[in-house]
């Protein structure tokens, strides 16, 4: 049976989510959709990551402590997933008892491998990307992300990553896929390559992680703690169980190209020196700018998810952020191309051509599901580019090529806008003669095959809409293996409503 373990990154609960978070939390939402309603067994992960002096520092703005920041701030985290739709299998807190006792239960293996030792660190950290630069990498005082940095100097275990530059060089060059797209694939092989230095993995300076195993002074690195999330929604440490057996390496790991280092260079070393396997696949999304501009608290310009969806519905928003750029590639957000994207390829593509055909079937073809005559060359060839999908979504599913996935719906869409406008049902309908009644019914059942196929495999993406769609047209199975049938003639019609209502606004 194929399995399919789709993760996104937990976040960080020092603010409030916004369509960054959004867009991971809804590509993953897409894959593990995707893979339900293709028959493969399924888990699909999401979650916080509560520890570290980011979020310790949020809770002190706060004027809260950092257990009742985080139970506050990790409900607000929670009810995004619930008003994006999102379908996640686990929501994992980094605070939770179980993960404690994975997060401990690999350091303990680590150090049973002889991979951790205790010295002294002192270089520069940034609290904002919780993460630690070389002297080389800073520039006019700042990380190269622009976060300030703060030179820390204290007694740490260090993790021997150093060791693992070869075994991980070796890993990737034998698993092309493991890292994707290409560009972030070879940016870590360079990475690698310049050189890995051992990593401090505690920290004394305050105590709001997971305690170290056997030395209570320090806490946990808040990155290994994080990145042990993965396996503690699977059961580790117990890897005879059945979940991490049928789940691990066989991972889809989602992350934005922010992080990528922490997932491609640490955690893959800190599993291949516990003796676990490294993901199979890690794929890094680009990044979101609005109007041109970095999103920023400080411009005011973060797009807020839920205006959005307030705005433009909820499915409009999801299939905005799957369409509009390539899955991989950096995006801009604009109210106009929002607009556009909504009036176009919703109210005129999708949404006309199933409410006209519907409609149509509705009024002039008593309600139901057409009967159909002869089968002439175009029908055939409508039939079979709306069949072709399967294997075509599948290719794009496979690599996570969620854009070309909608574009190779809409193309399907079109073709379809195309066959009703050279079919011309209403003047088959006007005409006296039998014969162009009965061709009438083949159109209006060929149109109607097509829109099920388009409904059944837009359902990863827009949810809810889609559902409206199949309950029109009166489709109560709605998996992929459904459409290895013929749509069957007779089936009753609900009567028709607009699915995606234009928007006025102009951006
Ligand atoms: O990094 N465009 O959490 P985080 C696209 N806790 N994606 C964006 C984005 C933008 N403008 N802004 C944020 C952390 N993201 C760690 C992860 S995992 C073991 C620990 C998304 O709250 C993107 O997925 O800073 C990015 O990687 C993530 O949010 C960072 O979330």
């Known amino acids: ?269 800190l599993l291949l020196a516990a003796d676990l396997m490294s993901p199979n696949r890690i794929f890094a999304h680009g990044w979101w700018t609005h109007d041109g501009e970095k999103m920023s608290k400080s411009l005011g310009n973060v797009v807020d998810p839920y205006q959005l969806i307030e705005t433009y519905g909820l499915d409009p928003v999801r299939y905005y952020l799957m369409r509009e750029i390539p899955f991989g590639q950096d995006g801009d957000y604009s109210d106009t191309t929002m607009v556009q994207r909504v009036n176009s390829d919703l109210a005129n593509d999708l949404g006309n051509l199933v409410q006209r055909v519907l409609s149509f079937i509705y009024k002039n073809a008593g309600a139901k599901i057409p009967k159909p005559d002869e089968l002439m060359g175009e029908d055939r060839e409508m039939l079979a580019k709306a069949a072709h999908l399967h294997d075509l979504l599948r290719d794009d599913m496979e690599v996570q090529a969620l854009q070309a996935y909608c574009q190779h719906i809409w193309e399907v869409i079109g073709e379809a806008n195309r066959y009703v406008d050279m079919q011309k049902p209403w003047s088959l309908k006007k005409s006296a003669d039998p014969k162009d009644h009965r061709r009438m019914e083949t159109v209006l059942y060929v149109l109607a095959e097509v829109i099920r196929h388009v409904a059944i495999y837009v359902q990863p993406i827009m949810p809810d809409s889609a559902t409206k769609i199949l309950d029109q047209l009166g489709q109560k199975e709605r998996n992929f293996d459904a459409l290895k049938t013929p749509l069957k003639s007779g089936t009753s019609l609900e009567e028709p409503q607009a699915v995606f209502p234009r928007v006025e606004k102009e951006g």
């Open 1 to 269: 049976m194929t399995t399919r373990y789709i993760t996104t990154p937990i976040y960080y609960l020092n603010g409030e989510p916004h369509l960054g978070h959004v867009y991971t939390t809804v590509a993953g939402d897409v894959l593990a959709r995707y893979w339900r309603l293709a028959g493969a067994r399924v888990k699909f992960l999401t979650g916080t990551d509560e520890h570290g002096q980011k979020v310790a520092q949020a809770a002190d703005a706060a004027g809260e402590d950092p257990k009742t920041y985080t139970d506050r701030m990790a409900a607000l985290w929670l009810d995004m997933t619930r008003k994006i739709n999102s379908s996640q299998d686990v929501f994992l807190r980094t605070t939770e008892q179980r993960h404690h006792e994975a997060a401990q239960a690999l350091w303990k293996k680590l150090e049973a491998n002889g991979q951790i030792y205790k010295s002294t660190y002192a270089g520069w950290y940034a609290v904002r990307d919780e993460a630690y630069y070389e002297e080389s990498e800073i520039v006019d005082g700042k990380a190269p992300t622009g976060s300030p940095v703060e030179w820390m100097e204290e007694d740490s275990y260090f993790f021997r990553l150093s060791a693992w530059e070869r075994p991980l060089l070796d890993y990737y060059e034998a698993n092309p896929q493991a890292i994707a797209p290409l560009g972030r694939r070879n940016e870590v092989l360079s990475f690698i390559k310049s050189g890995l230095r051992d990593l401090s993995i505690s920290r004394t300076k305050f105590k709001w992680g997971v305690a170290v195993p056997e030395d209570q002074e320090h806490v946990m690195y808040v990155w290994v703690d994080a990145l042990t999330n993965y396996m503690t929604a699977l059961g580790y440490p117990n890897v005879e169980g059945e979940e991490f057996k049928v789940f691990w390496p066989e991972v889809i790991h989602l992350v934005g190209k922010d992080i990528i280092r922490f997932h491609a260079v640490y955690w893959p070393a």
